[in-house]
Structure formats: structure tokens, C-alpha cells
């Protein structure tokens, strides 16, 4: 079909701002150079990217330009999928992916429902000018360069296909590892509870960690290339003197707390996650939250999660923690494992958002 409930089946994304925007155009693609993916996060780089689709530069107040590709939504989809983990996965994880990405894809445009009379609400994700981001804030988006016919397979074998809860398209989260339980959407965002974004148990992250040949084998085949670096998703330990601790709360925070001398966790979620964190400095005693301001606050790029103990090993604070990512949704490593055991895609949807259908509009 041409739309979805009449609306026009492209999507306009975001890829980068920058001064002047360096392109290259070619015979049907296009080339932007010095692309930043992960951005305030641990893998944060830049890189080469090529697009198909058309491409507008939009000129922002500022004086800077915006990067914005136009794409049938579909295509785009191709692209998601395999920038979020490897197009060298399982097809059911890559279908599983497929029908959420398009079900968010479309919630951030603005459609929530099947009512064709239904006005769609825009900028539903803070952008000006376009609908999504190419990055994380969003959903990665990295144009035709990890994209392969397995991707594309999946994309069209579920194609149209959303995930409903009450006739409303779900807005469906997700993140790389939860490290053994999920999180509850009114742990990571808004104080509202959402159904299918509850807390439940995830046993298989867990068998993707370690040095066993499997293990290896797995992540190689389902992580691109900068996930692969990070081999402690699952559980992990950091470490800070006060001092360096002090010094990383107040760059990042803008707030100077003097020298820490205690973190209090106020709040967790089901899964362990804090919400709310008391930090106790010399100067100064502030409660900070939610999930990802403690993870930015506490690090210089970003925590892993926010699931983590702490412990005081002399002057020294220890945070031993579990899972990467906000853990509210489908844990991308656990439904991977799940396909590689053989589970489809309509079983491992019904795990992670639990009360949902999938429908096809």
C-alpha cells in the first residue's frame, strides 16, 4: 500500500547537524562524511555513512545545517534493523525488530491508532523539521552499509505489521541487555504506567557473556562491529576515588556538590534500577534522576544502566552493576538468544510486550 491510513509512507530522519554539511552524491545514493553515532554514550564515534532516498539540508536559526533523509518508511526499516544489531542474525530476531521499530517509527510520527479521521500529532520526538534522529535518542539509522537481503527479507515478511495493545500501536522500547530482569516504563520516563512495558524476568542475556566458544560465536555474529567491543554488558564494575567522582558529578551535572561523600539510592524500579539518587556532597545534598541523568551524571560518557549497588572500598566508591541500557521493553541480546534456540518471532514479541497482539494495518 502507497500509506498508512493515508498518510504518506515516508519518513524523514534526521542524520546530523553540523556547521556546513559535507556530502558526496552519487548515482543513487548519497554520501555524508563525519557522521557521530552513540552519542554521549561509550561507543560514541564518527563515521562515513551512505544513503538511498533523497536528501535536504535544512538550515537551522543557529546558522548550522541539518542532514535530512527522506525514505520510504519500509527502507528505512531495512536499515534500522541492521544498525541495531547485525543483518547477519537470526531472521526471526531481524522480524521481531522489524515489527517493532515500525510500530515505534510510527508512534513518533505521530500515529497511534487505525482511525483514518485521527489527525497525527508531529514532533512527537522534541525535532524540528523531521521525525526521528539517525541515532540512539531515536533509533539508529546508518544507511546502506550493514543492510543486507536477509534485512530486507525480514522487513517484507512483516511487512504493515505493528504491535497493538487495546487497538493502539504500541510504543515499543527497547535496549541492548537488561541483565536479567526488565524495567518498567515509569522507571525510565514519564510517571505513567504502560501495560506492556512491565518487569519480567530475561535468563537469556546471560548465556551471550563470557569466553565460551558459543558466546563468541553469538556476539560475532549479532552485534556490529562497535557493540563487539563491549564485552561486560551483563554484569560490570566501576570505579572512582572521591575525588575523581566529585570532579565527573560536577562537569557533567553543572552542579557543584563539593567533594562527594555518599550516594544514597532513593528509589529502584522492579529490576534494581535507580531512579532516584541522593547525592551527598560537602557543599551541598541534591536528588538526582531519572534513570539516564544518573547513568550521564556518574560517568564521563554514560553508565551502562542504572541497575548498580555501591560499595566503599576505603576512600574509593564501587558501583557493581547489571545490563546495558534503560531495560524498558525487549532486551535485544535476550530476544537474539531466544532466535537462536529456535523461538519465532510472534513468541518472542508476546515475552518482552506481554498483553500485546500483532496486527497488520
Not at 33 to 61: C, M, P, S, T
Not at 73 to 90: C, G, H, K, W
Not at 283 to 306: D, F, N, P
Request: aromatic share 10%; glycine share 8%; hydrophobic share 30%.
Amino acid at each position: 500500500p502507497p500509506s498508512y491510513m493515508g498518510i504518506e509512507r515516508t519518513i524523514r530522519v534526521g542524520i546530523l547537524t553540523a556547521p556546513k554539511i559535507e556530502y558526496e552524491l552519487r548515482e543513487h545514493t548519497f554520501l555524508l562524511k563525519n557522521v557521530r553515532i552513540g552519542i554521549g554514550f561509550h561507543w560514541d564515534r564518527y563515521e562515513d555513512q551512505e544513503f538511498e532516498g533523497k536528501l535536504e539540508i535544512q538550515q537551522n536559526a543557529d546558522g548550522t545545517e541539518t542532514a535530512i533523509n527522506i525514505i520510504a518508511l519500509e527502507d528505512y526499516l531495512t536499515s534500522v534493523i541492521s544498525s541495531e544489531m547485525a543483518a547477519t542474525s537470526n531472521i526471526e530476531l531481524l522480524k521481531a525488530h522489524a515489527v517493532i521499530s515500525r510500530s515505534w517509527a510510527l508512534r513518533a510520527m505521530g500515529i497511534k491508532t487505525y482511525n483514518e479521521n485521527e489527525k497525527p500529532i508531529r514532533n512527537t520526538t522534541g525535532h524540528i523539521g523531521y521525525d526521528v534522529c539517525a541515532d540512539d535518542h531515536c533509533q539508529r539509522y546508518e544507511g546502506l552499509r550493514r543492510r543486507n537481503e536477509r534485512a530486507i527479507e525480514a522487513v517484507r515478511a512483516t511487512q504493515g505489521q505493528v504491535l497493538t495493545y487495546n487497538s493502539e500501536i504500541c510504543d515499543c522500547r527497547y535496549y541492548k541487555c537488561c541483565g536479567g530482569r526488565s524495567e518498567e516504563f515509569e522507571t525510565c520516563w514519564e510517571d505513567i504506567h504502560v501495560p506492556y512495558l512491565e518487569s519480567i524476568e530475561c535468563p537469556y542475556c546471560l548465556e551471550a557473556t563470557g569466553d565460551t566458544p558459543w558466546a563468541k560465536n553469538f556476539r560475532a555474529r549479532y552485534l556490529n562491529n562497535y557493540d563487539q567491543e563491549t564485552l561486560d554488558f551483563h554484569d560490570w564494575t566501576v570505579r572512582y576515588s572521591a575525588d575523581q567522582l566529585s570532579e565527573i558529578i560536577r562537569n557533567k551535572s553543572g552542579i557543584d556538590f563539593g567533594l562527594i561523600t555518599d550516594l544514597r539510592p532513593l528509589k529502584r524500579g522492579k529490576s534494581g534500577r535507580i531512579y532516584a539518587l541522593e547525592v551527598v556532597g560537602t557543599k551541598q545534598t541534591k536528588t538526582i534522576g531519572k534513570e539516564l541523568v544518573i547513568r550521564q551524571y556518574l560517568s564521563e560518557k554514560c553508565l551502562y544502566s542504572s541497575w548498580f549497588d555501591i560499595e566503599r572500598e576505603g576512600t574509593d566508591f564501587v558501583f557493581k552493576g547489571h545490563g546495558w541500557g534503560h531495560g524498558a521493553g525487549l532486551c535485544q541480546i535476550g530476544a537474539a538468544v531466544m532466535a537462536e534456540h529456535g523461538t519465532d518471532y510472534r513468541k518472542i514479541l508476546c515475552h518482552y510486550y506481554q498483553h500485546t497482539q500483532i496486527q497488520t494495518i
